[in-house]
């Protein structure tokens, strides 16, 4: 009996997730980064957190007295992230980033940071809408990795900077 309720959880989670997935890429802030993975292998980092999970992170923020984490997380519906290692192949992870860039300019994203060094190359977009951010992409390539990270659902900028210097995250760009 205890297997056959295993089995049973297990059919709602993933038609849960199969249909959560379905959803999320309807939303106004889904990027659609295509794999890496016949170039780089399996990424080396990947979250797919959204819906129910979602919403489960933020109680738990907030239950945890983590305010400014619950606030900004409780209209996120998902959090997308790849990172692989390049090993300083970086050619097919810079085009798939200038294949996303053009699909967000002529999706009338936003372009938020931009930065082109030699070593490091940064785009970072916001699907704005009215007075709501309902989307942020963020891509980074270098030497050692690319990095392509999808935030989807209403975004408060002013959280974002709450959360930032919550968890001591100093995002620092060189002028120079």
């Known amino acids: 009996m205890k297997s056959f309720i295993t089995a049973i959880l297990l059919l709602v989670a993933s038609s849960t997730s199969w249909s959560q997935t379905a959803d999320i890429e309807q939303m106004p802030g889904f ?15 990947m979250i797919n957190i959204n819906g129910t999970l979602m919403q489960l992170m933020a109680a738990a923020a907030a239950s945890a007295k983590e305010t400014d984490a619950a606030a900004l997380m409780k209209d996120l519906q998902g959090i997308r992230v790849n990172v692989y ?6 050619e097919p992870a810079l085009a798939q980033m200038n294949e996303a860039k053009q699909i967000l300019e002529d999706r009338q ?12 190359n940064v785009q970072m977009f916001a699907q704005i809408e ?7 992409a963020i891509m980074v390539v270098n030497a050692e990795e690319a ?14 900077g709450k959360v930032m210097n919550q968890l001591n995250v100093d995002v ?5």
Do not use: C, H
Not at 130 to 136: S, T, V, W
């Open 31 to 45: 990027v659609n980064f295509s794999s890496l993975e016949s170039i780089y292998g399996e990424p080396r980092i």
């Open 85 to 90: 290692d390049t090993a300083g192949e970086l």
């Open 109 to 120: 994203w936003q372009p938020i940071v931009q930065v082109k060094e030699e070593d490091e």
């Open 130 to 136: 009215g007075e709501l951010m309902q989307g942020m």
């Open 147 to 160: 990095v392509f990270i999808n935030i989807l659902g209403e975004i408060d900028p002013s959280q974002i």
């Open 172 to 176: 620092d760009v060189d002028s120079e």
